[in-house]
């Protein structure tokens, strides 16, 4: 017989057997496409509908920047070149057909794939980035990875006794084993022996039990700020539906990173047109209404919320408003005097203001709200959402911001 | 496009828990198999077969079907990659998977039907024959593989976990080994010129040419490259100035890799062919229970059917042998049955001595060119096509009496190595800073620009010195230019 037997290997019954070469390659690669993501978060929060869904929500993103590349052909000759209407110098390549291939047949309309910069049109491995699969919670933990709340641990620290963390608080002569402090133990045994006269013996008296030394631990008192987030959105009849998209998805930005970031803040929706209601996370981001515009309400709401659970000298407060600014004129005097207030009582007021009718309000605000909590953004498209977002929380902004002391100081010198 | 896997994967919907198999069956199958590969005169290596789950399969793929291969990310993007795929049950796994080691190395899912193990392993007789005996495979040192890449596996981890190096060094040097590892010698059977041999060419040149005095022949055996450089790792291995010894050493493992896997990819068509015209052949001779062979007819079909738009390997392979050893029996095409051909008798000795000569001395290409003629391209329906101007892809030939040679020829230009453009280094001017010179041999094709860009910018990496590419847009000569300042084009 010219062939020797083969060999058979049954699978490893156990799972140690078993192991995972690729786990740290994997894990590497992740990381790569982590970074990736970062760098292409401006676009990825404009192109993906991610407003409103839920945290386990699986989104497809193009990941740029860890694509393989080696040398190869893009274009080439058509060698006679006849095929009618051929781009010049594309590539040519050859393919199996049903027995039916006709000449001038179109294998592929070329709306999406054809129009791919790397000109790889007809080849397999013509997606010129590389999409990846990930879920929504994830996304968000790598946007906000470079940004926090501004101004936070100001007002006064509520003091929790968190259970899992000790800290060491000198020692104490009882113990578990698992405390010992072996050099305590040892510096009593010596002293003993020093004090009895017996450390030059060549057999000294061994250790006992007065000699062990274990560490004291007790529980550690950890101070959390309150924080509280209110989130005022104009709903009225002049923000169509682009201009609530772009302040839903301001606001969900807002709303995940808040959640994400800070476990103990709370956060309170309000939205307005004329009259002003608080309403619940789904119908701050789903419902639609219409009317006139008077941002007063907003505030004045806003600041009833304030006075009635969240006072300004225990809780660090932000209050973000986005409206298109067309607000009636005469509620503008109404509504500067909730500002100041706003302002006066929270680390931060932030106000965003989509595609303006007319000037807007960025400008009467600016004038009228000097204080450097008060801070105003614009943006117009949904391309502009993410570093109007960065703007607000970055960490350029937090360099020079001054708190409300700080500006109350000045105005009163 | 070549691809790189080693062992080549077929893509079929998973297979349910619960195998209708045990390893008795297994090794009892073996027994009926090998008797029928020793009658058709098949000649292999020592054959191991290996059970294991799918995710061990996902991580054999990813790693070429060698789990103690060095760590790179790219890996792991393989691998959920595949995962992905074989989740949303949009592929299958391979349900086969060689190494061509010798002895040779071959996986066996757990999760796969009675069927498809036999199947596989008939399949896998032909693939050890064809590495056994295919001339491309011939300096791979089949023996030493598996040690090898496993000394290579841990040199690179060492690296990796030394302090002064770490995996934020390695990473990019191996990126951009990757990128370049294609730029390589194609014909494995041409032997590289050692120094002194370049040099003594050099010399006889000189000694018949009077106008090249002493002090011009001179000045040519001072330069580093006497003659043009295809591999461009070993040229950075070998010339590169600023390099460590680490990388140099990472350099070189890069290379023996691709030297590796240069005859997977020069033999896809005819090596998956083979194997599938024999698994064919032993199947359909095998005395398989009725629902067994019911069950290898769909599992076969689903091997050999084409890829409508594109080219299945084993499809083309498949028929291309299947021509051949009809044509070698004297049978029609009328006479064709689609069973099993009549291979054992003295006729059949004859027909099975022809084929295993083409396929000791023939790699894609040249299989193709001798073998692919228009009958066989009429029967499969191998049309060319291109982009439009719009972007639309569209059937520009078929393979009609006047163009079916044309549709060869394209077809011919991507198998194997043809989709890697050939790039050579022409010159290392040592005065101004070693500066590389490239040039992009060229045919009727144009390099990708953004490719081009992205693998230049890797070379530098390790170049670290300027480095420019001469080739061709629109008929007229550019230059790829590369420096400190990063990328540009001057045209």
Redo the contacts between chains.
């Keep these: 017989m010219g062939q020797p037997r083969a060999i058979f290997r049954d699978y490893p019954a156990q799972e140690s057997l078993r192991s995972d070469r690729s786990a740290g390659d994997r894990a590497r690669h992740r990381h790569k496409v982590r970074e990736a993501i970062r760098d292409n978060i401006a676009d990825i929060v404009a192109e993906q509908p991610i407003i409103g869904r839920s945290g386990d929500t699986i989104i497809k993103i193009p990941v740029r920047g860890i694509k393989e590349y080696r040398f190869t052909y893009g274009k080439g000759g058509d060698g006679d070149g006849k095929g009618e209407g051929a781009a010049k110098g594309q590539e040519q390549r050859a393919g199996t057909g049903d027995g039916t291939t006709q000449e001038g047949q179109i294998l592929k309309k070329g709306d999406q794939e054809g129009q791919d910069p790397g000109g790889e049109g007809g080849s397999e491995e013509g997606v010129d980035y590389y999409e990846t699969e990930i879920m929504l919670e994830e996304l968000v933990e790598i946007m906000f990875e470079d940004l926090e709340l501004p101004n936070m641990e100001r007002r006064r620290m509520r003091e929790t006794l968190s259970e899992r963390n000790l800290k060491r608080a000198g020692i104490q002569r009882a113990g578990t084993p698992a405390t010992l402090d072996k050099k305590k133990t040892l510096r009593s045994l010596i002293r003993r022996r020093l004090a009895g006269g017996t450390a030059h013996l060549t057999d000294p008296p061994p250790l006992r039990r007065d000699d062990l030394r274990y560490k004291r631990r007790k529980p550690k008192i950890k101070k959390e700020s309150n924080a509280a987030i209110i989130c005022i959105m104009d709903t009225s009849g002049s923000m169509d539906t682009t201009k609530k998209y772009l302040a839903r998805s301001f606001f969900f930005l807002l709303y995940q990173f808040v959640k994400r970031r800070y476990r103990a803040v709370e956060v309170v929706f309000i939205a307005h047109h004329t009259t002003a209601k608080e309403v619940t996370e789904h119908e701050f981001f789903h419902k639609g209404e219409s009317g006139g515009t008077m941002i007063s309400s907003g505030y004045k709401k806003a600041l009833g919320i304030i006075a009635e659970r969240y006072h300004p000298d225990v809780w660090n407060l932000y209050a973000f408003h986005s409206s298109d600014g067309d607000n009636f004129s005469s509620d503008n005097e109404a509504m500067l005097e909730c500002a100041k207030k706003l302002c006066m009582a929270c680390n931060l007021f932030g106000y965003g203001e989509i595609k303006p009718w007319g000037n807007g309000l960025i400008e009467t605000f600016k004038k009228n709200l000097p204080g450097k909590n008060f801070m105003p953004v614009t943006f117009d498209s949904k391309e502009e959402v993410w570093p109007a977002f960065k703007k607000l929380l970055g960490k350029e902004r937090r360099a020079n911001s001054r708190t409300p002391q700080q500006v109350k100081e000045a105005e009163d010198a | 496009?070549p691809d790189e896997k080693v062992a080549s994967g077929k893509n079929l919907a998973p297979q349910a828990e619960g195998a209708d198999w045990s390893?008795t069956d297994?090794?009892a199958w073996?027994?009926r198999i090998?008797v029928l590969?020793?009658d058709f005169g098949l000649?292999?290596f020592?054959?191991?077969?290996?059970?294991?789950?799918h995710?061990?399969m996902?991580?054999f793929m990813?790693?070429h079907g060698m789990?103690?291969h060095y760590?790179?990310?790219?890996?792991?993007?393989s691998?959920?990659q595949q995962k992905?795929y074989y989740d949303l049950q949009v592929s299958g796994l391979p349900y086969e998977m060689v190494i061509n080691s010798n002895?040779s190395v071959a996986y066996l899912m757990?999760g796969n039907s009675l069927c498809l193990q036999i199947l596989t392993?008939a399949h896998v007789y032909g693939h050890n024959d064809f590495f056994k005996n295919n001339f491309t495979f011939r300096h791979t040192d089949p023996k030493g593989l598996l040690a090898r890449i496993n000394v290579h596996g841990n040199r690179i981890r060492d690296y990796m976990a030394d302090p002064s190096i770490g995996?934020e060094k390695v990473?990019p040097v191996l990126?951009a080994c990757?990128?370049?590892s294609?730029?390589i010698s194609r014909n494995p059977a041409v032997k590289r010129l050692s120094r002194e041999k370049q040099e003594d060419r050099l010399i006889d040149a000189a000694n018949k040419d009077p106008k090249i005095d002493d002090k011009k022949l001179a000045k040519e055996l001072g330069k580093p490259l006497l003659e043009a450089e295809e591999d461009l790792l070993i040229l950075i291995r070998d010339h590169a100035p600023d390099l460590k010894d680490w990388e140099r050493d990472i350099v070189n493992i890069a290379h023996q890799e691709a030297m590796y896997f240069l005859p997977q990819i020069e033999t896809k068509i005819i090596n998956e062919g083979w194997a599938s015209f024999w698994h064919h052949q032993i199947m359909s001779s095998l005395d398989l229970p009725h629902g067994t062979r019911m069950e290898f007819m769909v599992r076969h079909h689903q091997v050999i059917r084409?890829?409508?738009?594109?080219?299945?390997p084993y499809?083309?392979g498949f028929e291309t042998w299947r021509a051949i050893a009809k044509d070698a029996l004297g049978l029609s095409d009328e006479e064709d049955d689609g069973g099993p051909l009549p291979l054992l008798g003295a006729t059949g000795k004859e027909a099975r001595q022809a084929m295993f000569n083409i396929r000791e001395v023939d790699r894609d290409v040249s299989f193709l060119r001798q073998h692919l003629n228009e009958n066989l391209m009429r029967k499969?329906?191998?049309?060319?096509?291109?982009?439009?101007?719009?972007?639309?892809?569209?059937?520009?030939?078929?393979s009609d009496e006047e163009n079916w040679q044309?549709?060869k020829?394209?077809?011919l230009r991507?198998v194997g190595m043809g989709?890697?453009?050939i790039?050579k280094a022409i010159d290392i001017d040592v005065k101004r800073g070693h500066k590389l010179k490239l040039l992009h041999e060229q045919?009727?094709?144009?390099?990708?620009?953004?490719?081009?860009r992205?693998?230049l910018n890797?070379l530098f990496d390790l170049w670290r010195r300027p480095v420019d590419l001469e080739t061709k847009?629109?008929g007229k000569a550019i230059l790829y230019l590369v420096n400190d300042e990063g990328f540009s084009v001057k045209e």
């Design positions: 496009m390893m297994l090794v073996d027994e090998r590969v020793d000649d292999c020592e054959q191991e077969f290996e059970v294991c789950d995710e061990q996902l991580g990813a790693y789990p103690a760590p790179h990310w790219s890996f792991g993007k691998f959920e992905t002895p757990r392993m995996v990473e990126d990757h990128a370049l294609l730029q084409p890829t409508p738009g594109n080219i299945n499809h083309l499969m329906d191998i049309f060319s096509y291109g982009p439009t101007q719009q972007g639309d892809l569209v059937v520009n030939k078929v044309s549709v020829q394209t077809l991507q989709g890697v453009p790039i045919g009727e094709r144009e390099l990708d620009p953004e490719h081009a992205h693998s890797h847009v629109d």
